[in-house]
T-cell receptor, first 115, second 114 residues
Framework: DADVTQTPRNRITKTGKRIMLECSQT?????MYWYRQDPGLGLQLIYY???????NKGEISDGYSVSRQAQAKFSLSLESAIPNQTALYFC??????????????FGPGTRLTVL | DQQVKQNSPSLSVQEGRISILNCDYT??????FLWYKKYPAEGPTFLIS?????DKNEDGRFTVFLNKSAKHLSLHIVPSQPGDSAVYFC?????????????FGEGTQLTVNP
């Protein structure tokens, strides 16, 4: 079973619709992240959370919101989707530990298309 | 402001030869560097990392070199295998940001030809 799961894997929606992407993890990690990947731009951080009560904006948070419902769950919402939010979205987790502090474990991604 | 840059979008090598992927950074506060590999329809997976107190880290066929004065790191794969064909992302973090936030480069598509 995958340690980090994302649902849905693919989604096509229309401009103005509200969309929620969900992420669940069984790794027991405190820290969770949402990224988007666009061709030629690598992965850009949208939001991150170091624990259930800690939510932080990343590089490109405008137009997005998140909810950390539990240690294992971190959801990303697009309140009113627009076409330039068409991208591949990844959830990731990491441990609070020291030596491995930077290693993040990624889910399989959600391909979102906004028409 | 792209703090981590991978200037080569793609690289093609022959099986058995060396693959060298390059990465440059601008933020002098970065103190930990990672390489991730990504296959189509999958999330990135961690490959190898290096702390700024070292200049080389080796793991099997993979070696990462860090040149702090040049703010440059490279990933060497020897020998390259067709299964190494993937997108490779360079990433960096700074202790001041709690050490968890990663800044990624654009990625380099490596193709290893049989």
């Amino acid at each position: 079973d995958a340690d980090v799961t994302q649902t849905p894997r693919n989604r096509i929606t229309k401009t103005g619709k509200r969309i929620m992407l969900e992420c669940s993890q069984t790794k027991g990690h405190d820290r969770m992240y949402w990224y988007r990947q666009d061709p030629g731009l690598g992965l850009q951080l949208i939001y991150y959370s170091f624990d259930v009560k800690d939510i932080n904006k990343g590089e490109i948070s405008d137009g997005y919101s998140v909810s950390r419902q539990a240690q294992a769950k971190f959801s990303l919402s697009l309140e009113s989707a627009i076409p330039n939010q068409t991208a591949l979205y990844f959830c990731a987790t990491s441990d609070r530990g020291t030596r491995s502090r930077n290693e993040q474990f990624f889910g399989p991604g959600t391909r979102l298309t906004v028409l | 402001d792209q703090q981590v840059k991978q200037n080569s979008p793609s690289l093609s090598v022959q099986e058995g030869r060396i693959s060298i992927l390059n990465c440059d950074y601008t933020n002098s506060m970065f103190d930990y560097f990672l390489w991730y590999k990504k296959y189509p329809a999958e999330g990135p997976t961690f490959l190898i990392s290096i702390s700024s107190i070292k200049d080389k880290n080796e793991d099997g066929r993979f070696t990462v070199f860090l040149n702090k004065s040049a703010k440059h790191l490279s990933l060497h794969i020897v020998p390259s295998q067709p299964g190494d064909s993937a997108v490779y992302f360079c990433a960096a973090s700074a202790r001041e940001t709690s050490g968890s936030r990663l800044t990624f480069g654009e990625g380099t598509q490596l193709t290893v030809n049989p």
